[in-house]
């Protein structure tokens, strides 16, 4: 397995286009292996390098290397959370003839449609981290995707157990504040916040939506909740996890207990995480391309699906006392009894 950096990639000489001249489905050809004698190349694109980002990307790329017997070549993009340099990052991949594409996100995912759509060789998308791939434009259906893009609808982020579980732990908490960015994924950040309040409503709680437009500014947009808020939740957003430290130290500072909806953050200093691994999307991504490569087939030959995930609870109890979360051995022992821990 063989990876190569975005600034020094060079073409394969010798490679038949994967994608035939007409547009139709039914004439789109499939890989060419040339008989299992050349290596595959993959242009793997993201927003953004986080700790999300790399998960994905580590368990795509192990997976291929541990399950598939075809030699890949990987190439690592990141747009650095901007709009124009995606486009641009785009047109360099098609250019440098990639036999692939993984698109993580939806924002990296709708451009990668955008820049194969009109290309007389329509390069395979498979995409992941993806909420809502049909209600989003990339595909026409889960079942037929009529496009040359397949890959994962990566369900729900957050769990309405999470807030559930923090009102049971806490009890004598009164308002939490609730952390995202209104620009990324807002249909489904808005239904989490939405489930986070119905919730914490049962328990005569108070939900405030912390709206955080620019990572950099996060702090300061946090400060007016001081003295009010008993905990943060974090919803899960690859650009808001570049600035988790500064909220570790802040929520340290004034004995807030922060929740996070990944187990990233619980690494980083978050008191509890209550989440999913993000190594497994990479993984179905990598099965995805299997299909296609190994299987000879054709995007649309290969429906959308959900990977299995499975929710779980990661405590740092190093920081328990600091985020004045206080919890005792016989607690702990019943989250472990019910498999939540």
Not at 19 to 28: F, K
Not at 170 to 189: C, D, E, F, T
């Amino acid at each position: 397995m063989h990876f190569i950096s975005s600034e020094t990639t060079s073409i394969s000489k010798g490679l038949k286009p994967i994608w035939s001249d007409e547009q139709e489905l039914r004439h789109i050809e499939s890989i060419d292996l040339m008989g299992g004698q050349r290596t595959v190349r993959i242009a793997t694109v993201a927003p953004i390098c986080s700790p999300l980002v790399n998960q994905i990307h580590q368990g795509f790329v192990q997976s291929l290397e541990q399950q598939s017997p075809i030699q890949y070549e990987h190439g690592f993009f990141s747009a650095k959370n901007n709009a124009a340099r995606l486009s641009e990052l785009l047109e360099h991949i098609i250019l440098k003839e990639y036999d692939l594409i993984l698109s993580i996100g939806s924002m990296c995912s709708a451009v990668a449609k955008k820049a194969t759509a009109h290309k007389k060789r329509r390069i395979p998308v498979v995409f992941t981290a993806v909420h809502d791939p049909v209600g989003e434009g990339l595909v026409e259906s889960v079942s037929f995707t009529a496009n040359n893009l397949t890959g994962l609808a990566t369900g729900e982020s957050f769990h309405p157990r999470q807030a559930s579980l923090l009102a049971h732990l806490m009890p004598k908490m009164r308002q939490v504040g609730v952390l995202y960015n209104p620009m990324n994924h807002a249909r489904r950040l808005h239904a989490n916040f939405g489930e986070i309040q119905k919730e914490l409503d049962k328990a005569g709680i108070q939900t405030v939506a912390c709206h955080v437009v620019s990572p950099e500014s996060m702090i300061a947009n946090l400060k007016p909740l001081i003295g009010t808020t008993d905990a943060f939740i974090l919803l899960r957003d690859s650009s808001l996890l570049g600035h988790i430290d500064e909220l570790v130290e802040l929520c340290n500072e004034q004995s807030i207990t922060l929740v996070s909806s990944d187990w990233y953050s619980v690494e980083r200093g978050a008191a509890m995480g209550f989440g999913t691994s993000e190594y497994t999307s990479g993984s179905a991504a990598a099965s995805k391309v299997r299909l296609l490569v190994e299987g000879n087939l054709r995007p649309d030959q290969i429906p959308v699906t959900v990977p299995e995930y499975q929710f779980k609870l990661r405590l740092n109890q190093n920081v328990f006392k600091e985020q004045g979360l206080q919890l005792d051995e016989k607690t702990l022992s019943l989250l472990r009894a019910v498999h939540i821990l």
